[in-house]
């Protein structure tokens, strides 16, 4: 049955109904009256808060979006047909495919088996292939932009932030692109190649064996951090895929195999065996070669699968953050050392405020123990659900990276969120994002937005403390933050900065 609150799209694009929603748009299945065949389209969003020189820009991506897919031909690609202006926005005509995004498999039945895993990694690395020999990045390689159809086929979705060689750049230096946890570490410096591409399919193929991703943390600014600084853990579910993502993830892109040796070892974990040699791209001859433990914490990666190679992957988390620009060992640091700032790890977020404290802000259940501890960061929630308040305290604990202090180390992280965040203004997988606004006497460097999200209100509060990136989130029921409901998170935000600040 159509869609009665949509109408028909050139006159021929009848919806019929809704498939899914996310940051950019809805998409719904539909039928072409003219070629009398199902269609999916993309309905995208425009965010009433956004400027209008703003929403000229998300139409600009959008048709890029459509320029980039449709000059691309290949059976891992979703296909783009047509794009229609009506409403002032556009809307993309794509194939309609019948499955299950990755992100949805992996959330729905668990890790998937690694040569699995492999051969997705192969189709998706073919359609990549072909994207850059056309001069296409993506640029948004994860597992919600990877389709598994019904079929058996993959194939790669949304190419709404593609970069095209010879397109003008829509985004501003100060805003990041992409994914947090899936954004290569040279696209967050500022770099971009198709090296980057790669990188971001080492992480998805990492979660979809794994079940999450390599650099999954509490909060955004510390899966920033964690992409920049620190090691993905070893895969222990991947078997003889553990080296190939090991590798395609290694920070330095020249450290990583390129697009035809990547492809052979995927090719052969597929078939069950081992993946064969994985050393780096060549380097110009040019190019200064770094000793290699300065670079990262692994040896060369020549292997063929074994336990050898589980030994010194197993290893590497140690050696990161301890190893000097010279690639001897440096001590590691203390808490006495002021380069390592003032926190040795995260406090327990649940002992930074008093069961008074927390019922002023609005919450009157008792806290959820620490949860999603992992590494350095932790949250802890209140609530009052489903129509009371809601408290959420997260922490990020930062150390220093080589030539840097932790404090430089956590400003610099927060630096790159607070661009996300601003560049995200206006949209949200659930809902909408509002501006940022400056707050005073919290912490360092504090600053606050609005949320809506699941017909709830959220006040966001971001603030440093040394090396620790604290994020408040207060919410109700509602449509918008109320003076009140900003008034009692920037109180809670204080009371948690005080208790941080009279701790050593």
Request: glycine share 10%.
């Given at each position: 049955?159509?869609?009665?609150?949509?109408?028909?799209?050139?006159?021929?694009?009848?919806?019929?109904?809704?498939?899914?929603?996310?940051?950019?748009?809805?998409?719904?299945?539909?039928?072409?009256?003219?070629?009398?065949?199902?269609?999916?389209?993309?309905?995208?969003?425009?965010?009433?808060?956004?400027?209008?020189?703003?929403?000229?820009?998300?139409?600009?991506?959008?048709?890029?979006?459509?320029?980039?897919?449709?000059?691309?031909?290949?059976?891992?690609?979703?296909?783009?047909?047509?794009?229609?202006?009506?409403?002032?926005?556009?809307?993309?005509?794509?194939?309609?495919?019948?499955?299950?995004?990755?992100?949805?498999?992996?959330?729905?039945?668990?890790?998937?088996?690694?040569?699995?895993?492999?051969?997705?990694?192969?189709?998706?690395?073919?359609?990549?292939?072909?994207?850059?020999?056309?001069?296409?990045?993506?640029?948004?390689?994860?597992?919600?932009?990877?389709?598994?159809?019904?079929?058996?086929?993959?194939?790669?979705?949304?190419?709404?932030?593609?970069?095209?060689?010879?397109?003008?750049?829509?985004?501003?230096?100060?805003?990041?692109?992409?994914?947090?946890?899936?954004?290569?570490?040279?696209?967050?410096?500022?770099?971009?190649?198709?090296?980057?591409?790669?990188?971001?399919?080492?992480?998805?193929?990492?979660?979809?064996?794994?079940?999450?991703?390599?650099?999954?943390?509490?909060?955004?600014?510390?899966?920033?951090?964690?992409?920049?600084?620190?090691?993905?853990?070893?895969?222990?579910?991947?078997?003889?895929?553990?080296?190939?993502?090991?590798?395609?993830?290694?920070?330095?892109?020249?450290?990583?195999?390129?697009?035809?040796?990547?492809?052979?070892?995927?090719?052969?974990?597929?078939?069950?065996?081992?993946?064969?040699?994985?050393?780096?791209?060549?380097?110009?001859?040019?190019?200064?070669?770094?000793?290699?433990?300065?670079?990262?914490?692994?040896?060369?990666?020549?292997?063929?699968?074994?336990?050898?190679?589980?030994?010194?992957?197993?290893?590497?988390?140690?050696?990161?953050?301890?190893?000097g620009g010279s690639g001897a060992p440096s001590p590691s640091p203390t808490p006495s050392d002021p380069?390592?700032?003032?926190?040795?790890?995260?406090?327990?977020?649940?002992?930074?405020?008093?069961?008074?404290?927390?019922?002023?802000?609005?919450?009157?259940?008792?806290?959820?123990?620490?949860?999603?501890?992992?590494?350095?960061?932790?949250?802890?929630?209140?609530?009052?659900?489903?129509?009371?308040?809601?408290?959420?305290?997260?922490?990020?604990?930062?150390?220093?990276?080589?030539?840097?202090?932790?404090?430089?180390?956590?400003?610099?992280?927060?630096?790159?969120?607070?661009?996300?965040?601003?560049?995200?203004?206006?949209?949200?997988?659930?809902?909408?994002?509002?501006?940022?606004?400056?707050?005073?006497?919290?912490?360092?460097?504090?600053?606050?937005?609005?949320?809506?999200?699941?017909?709830?209100?959220?006040?966001?509060?971001?603030?440093?403390?040394?090396?620790?990136?604290?994020?408040?989130?207060?919410?109700?029921?509602?449509?918008?933050?109320?003076?009140?409901?900003?008034?009692?998170?920037?109180?809670?935000?204080?009371?948690?900065?005080?208790?941080?600040?009279?701790?050593?």
């Amino acid at each position: 049955m159509a869609d009665p609150a949509l109408p028909v799209l050139a006159g021929r694009y009848r919806a019929l109904d809704r498939l899914g929603a996310g940051g950019m748009g809805v998409v719904w299945r539909a039928r072409d009256e003219l070629l009398h065949r199902e269609v999916a389209i993309k309905e995208v969003l425009l965010s009433r808060n956004l400027t209008e020189a703003e929403r000229a820009e998300t139409r600009e991506r959008t048709l890029r979006e459509a320029r980039a897919a449709a000059r691309l031909s290949h059976p891992s690609i979703v296909a783009v047909h047509d794009v229609v202006a009506q409403e002032g926005r556009p809307w993309i005509v794509m194939d309609l495919i019948r499955g299950r995004s990755l992100d949805r498999v992996i959330r729905g039945d668990g890790p998937l088996p690694p040569q699995r895993v492999a051969a997705i990694g192969v189709a998706v690395l073919d359609a990549l292939s072909l994207a850059h020999s056309r001069g296409i990045m993506h640029r948004d390689v994860k597992p919600a932009n990877i389709m598994l159809a019904d079929d058996g086929e993959v194939l790669l979705t949304d190419f709404g932030i593609a970069t095209v060689e010879g397109d003008a750049q829509l985004t501003s230096a100060d805003s990041l692109i992409g994914s947090p946890g899936y954004i290569a570490p040279e696209r967050l410096r500022g770099g971009d190649d198709p090296a980057a591409d790669l990188w971001s399919l080492g992480a998805t193929l990492y979660a979809a064996v794994e079940g999450r991703g390599p650099f999954q943390r509490g909060i955004p600014v510390a899966t920033l951090g964690a992409v920049l600084t620190e090691p993905p853990p070893f895969p222990s579910r991947a078997g003889d895929l553990a080296p190939v993502l090991l590798a395609v993830l290694e920070k330095d892109p020249r450290l990583r195999p390129g697009e035809a040796m990547l492809r052979t070892a995927l090719q052969r974990v597929a078939q069950g065996l081992p993946p064969g040699p994985l050393s780096p791209v060549s380097e110009p001859e040019t190019a200064p070669r770094q000793p290699r433990r300065a670079r990262h914490g692994r040896t060369r990666w020549l292997v063929g699968g074994g336990l050898a190679v589980v030994a010194v992957a197993a290893v590497a988390t140690t050696v990161l953050l301890t190893t000097g620009g010279s690639g001897a060992p440096s001590p590691s640091p203390t808490p006495s050392d002021p380069g390592a700032g003032r926190f040795a790890a995260a406090p327990a977020p649940c002992t930074l405020l008093t069961g008074a404290e927390v019922r002023a802000a609005g919450p009157t259940s008792a806290p959820v123990s620490d949860v999603a501890k992992q590494d350095a960061e932790a949250y802890c929630a209140w609530s009052d659900l489903p129509g009371g308040s809601s408290l959420r305290v997260a922490l990020g604990h930062l150390t220093p990276t080589p030539g840097r202090s932790a404090p430089d180390t956590a400003h610099a992280f927060f630096a790159a969120e607070r661009a996300k965040i601003k560049a995200d203004r206006g949209t949200s997988p659930l809902g909408w994002v509002g501006p940022l606004r400056e707050v005073d006497r919290i912490g360092a460097e504090a600053f606050a937005y609005e949320v809506g999200a699941l017909e709830r209100a959220h006040e966001v509060i971001r603030f440093r403390v040394s090396n620790l990136l604290i994020e408040v989130n207060l919410s109700q029921k509602g449509k918008r933050v109320t003076p009140e409901l900003r008034r009692r998170t920037v109180r809670t935000a204080q009371l948690v900065a005080e208790e941080l600040n009279s701790r050593d």
